[in-house]
């Protein structure tokens, strides 16, 4: 009985310590399987940041929304980064999932700022060289962002050279909506180009 | 040098090259998946399962506690009814009966609500985005209005209830004590509805109103269509 009693307490020993190693490398596993999932993932975000950067700066007024509003969309990127695998193209995933963070879920940190710290705030990366070609960008910028949200989407995109077709999917309108929508943009910008610059 | 002949088609090579590439390196990137998110979505859900909880919680608690029913025999005993054990076990009965069929609601609602959360998708296209969004929010509006119609639905059958038993032990209230026993579960009523819609408004009124706005600028583009 006593005999028995040590070998029970041996073997449960035996198997709490074979469970435990079963764990940590189950552990492991599931460590290094995320590591080079998380790799994986930021390599492809690194490699198409320009559209997650583009649509930041056209959603936000200032530096620290700026860099939260990227982060909002990294992190959603992430979440649904499994169901995006193989489903549709990685331009089609981020454009959605970037503008609908921008549109519908991103919370604002700063209030709107001053029209100079605005202009300050698109002209940063322009200062040393400051060529005809940045300060177009600048303008666009500014002029893009007195449009509405869902707008400035259409305008971002059809710069971006994305198909009509695309555009309307992104959004959930048809093509013949996006065309007309975007020809009557045309003209909005033009005004508001004149207004403006 | 733009506004004279601005067409946006001469743009897009300079926005196609802006300098955006290279802002943030991997590790950068790898670091922000560690970090919390903040959105509006996760706010209503966790502002709602609260909520849900509250109800659930109270619920619950009033099953078991025995203030209510001694604050309803006070309230029978001082319109002059005459207490019994018959009145008192219909009156459990009934309560027992609407709190059940009231935490039943409760229970529906948290697997409507979940489920349509779960329905949410990122990375569908926009107009669908706010839809479900709306969807889900849209359930949890439903789970309140309920509440409110149970509210006074359930102030209805114990006024009822009242009533049935005021005339079985052929009780006759004078108009200024019927006046004001009817003027009592009004405002009680009245309040408590008044409060809960305040609730929502400030609670949700921000999220609900950029919502619907994304929504009718989707709907105007696809009005303008045929104009």
């Known amino acids: ?197 | 040098m733009l506004n004279e002949d601005f067409n946006i088609d001469q743009f897009k090579k300079s926005w196609q090259e802006q300098p955006v590439s290279d802002v943030y390196n991997t590790s950068e990137i790898e670091g922000m998946l560690n970090k919390k998110s903040t959105n509006y979505v996760k706010y209503i859900f966790w502002i709602s399962l609260a909520e849900f909880l509250f109800f659930a919680i109270v619920g619950i608690c009033t099953i078991f506690s025995t203030q209510r029913s001694n604050s309803f025999t006070n309230i029978l005993e001082k319109l002059g009814v005459q207490m019994n054990d018959d009145v008192e076990m219909n009156f459990e009965h009934l309560y027992f009966a609407l709190k059940v069929f009231s935490l039943l609601i409760t229970a529906i609602f948290v697997f409507l609500f979940y489920r349509n959360y779960l329905k949410i998708k990122v990375e569908c296209n926009l107009k669908n985005f706010i839809l479900q969004i709306i969807k889900f929010k849209r359930t949890v509006n439903l789970f309140i209005f309920t509440n409110i119609g149970l509210l006074i639905v359930f102030s209805g059958i114990i006024t009822y209830f009242i009533m049935n038993v005021l005339q079985a032990q052929n009780i006759h209230l004078n108009q200024a004590t019927l006046i004001g026993f009817i003027t009592g579960i009004v405002i009680s009523i009245g309040l408590g509805v008044l409060l809960i819609w305040l609730y929502y408004r400030i609670v949700y009124g921000i999220i609900m109103s950029r919502l619907s706005r994304n929504l009718e600028q989707l709907q105007d583009i696809e009005n303008e269509k045929g104009q």
Not at chain 1, 15 to 27: D, K, N, T
């Open chain 1, 1 to 197: 009985m006593t005999l028995g009693f040590k070998f029970g307490a041996q073997e449960k020993i035996v198997f709490s310590h074979s469970l435990m190693s079963a764990f940590s490398y189950l552990r492991s596993l599931i460590s290094k399987k995320l590591d080079s999932k998380q790799k994986e993932f930021s390599k492809l975000v690194k490699e198409n940041q320009g559209l997650i950067i583009k649509v930041s700066r056209l959603y936000t007024n200032s530096l620290e929304d700026e860099q939260d509003l990227f982060q909002e969309i990294v992190l959603q990127l992430w979440r649904s980064y499994d169901s995006f695998k193989g489903q549709s193209k990685i331009s089609t995933w981020m454009y959605r999932v970037a503008l609908n963070t921008a549109i519908t879920l991103f919370r604002k940190k700063t209030k709107s700022p001053q029209t100079d710290e605005l202009m300050d705030f698109h002209h940063r990366d322009y200062v040393e060289d400051d060529d005809e070609k940045q300060q177009q960008i600048t303008l666009l910028y500014k002029v893009i962002k007195m449009l509405p949200k869902v707008e400035r989407a259409i305008v971002m995109m059809y710069l971006d050279d994305l198909p009509y077709r695309d555009i309307a999917e992104n959004l959930g309108i048809t093509e013949v909506n996006a065309r007309v929508k975007m020809n009557r943009l045309k003209k909005t910008l033009k005004e508001l180009m004149t207004q403006h610059a």
